[in-house]
């Protein structure tokens, strides 16, 4: 199956501006995030005084970093199902914030460890630990996790 992206999502920032209306040099989530997604968890919260969406991340970079762990371990042990099931929850969770990139990779990747478990699988799951790690570094660096 060719990997193919889709155009760039609307991007945004998070923490502390209840517009999303940052510019990309006071964002470290502007490449990383879709404004539509946290625009979504946004109404959950008019105004921001519950802090919802810098909790949501906060969680969402906790529960990454354990999941890249887990990734790791299941690549080391070449455990094609735990590397299924990291993608899968991933996949899910990444799109929950709006990191689409990463949610796309994990989509790739769950699919072809499913459908072709044997095929040279290796460049994508380096892509992925990748893109993981860049969303991570991006989250954190953000202020909300």
Same mark, same amino acid.
């Given at each position: 199956?060719?990997?193919?992206?889709?155009?760039?999502?609307?991007?945004?920032?998070?923490?502390?501006?209840?517009?999303?209306?940052?510019?990309?040099?006071?964002?470290?989530?502007?490449?990383?995030?879709?404004?539509?997604?946290?625009?979504?968890?946004?109404?959950?919260?008019?105004?921001?005084?519950?802090?919802?969406?810098?909790?949501?991340?906060?969680?969402?970079?906790?529960?990454?970093?354990?999941?890249?762990? #887990?990734?790791?371990?299941?690549?080391?042990?070449?455990?094609?199902?735990?590397?299924?099931?990291?993608?899968?929850?991933?996949?899910?969770?990444?799109?929950?914030?709006?990191? #689409?990139?990463?949610?796309?990779?994990?989509?790739?990747?769950?699919?072809?460890?499913?459908?072709?478990?044997?095929?040279?699988?290796?460049?994508?799951?380096?892509?992925?630990?990748?893109?993981?790690?860049?969303?991570?570094?991006?989250?954190?660096?953000?202020?909300?996790?």
């Amino acid at each position: 199956m060719p990997y193919s992206q889709s155009p760039s999502p609307r991007r945004c920032h998070v923490a502390g501006d209840d517009t999303g209306a940052r510019s990309a040099s006071a964002a470290p989530w502007v490449d990383v995030l879709d404004a539509g997604a946290i625009a979504k968890l946004r109404e959950l919260d008019p105004g921001g005084r519950a802090g919802l969406v810098a909790r949501v991340v906060s969680t969402y970079a906790t529960s990454l970093d354990r999941l890249l762990a #887990q990734f790791g371990a299941a690549r080391r042990e070449r455990d094609a199902a735990a590397l299924r099931h990291v993608a899968h929850t991933l996949k899910s969770s990444s799109a929950s914030v709006g990191a #689409q990139s990463l949610a796309g990779l994990c989509a790739e990747v769950e699919a072809r460890l499913r459908d072709a478990p044997g095929d040279a699988l290796e460049p994508r799951l380096d892509e992925l630990a990748a893109e993981a790690a860049r969303v991570l570094a991006a989250v954190r660096a953000g202020g909300a996790a």
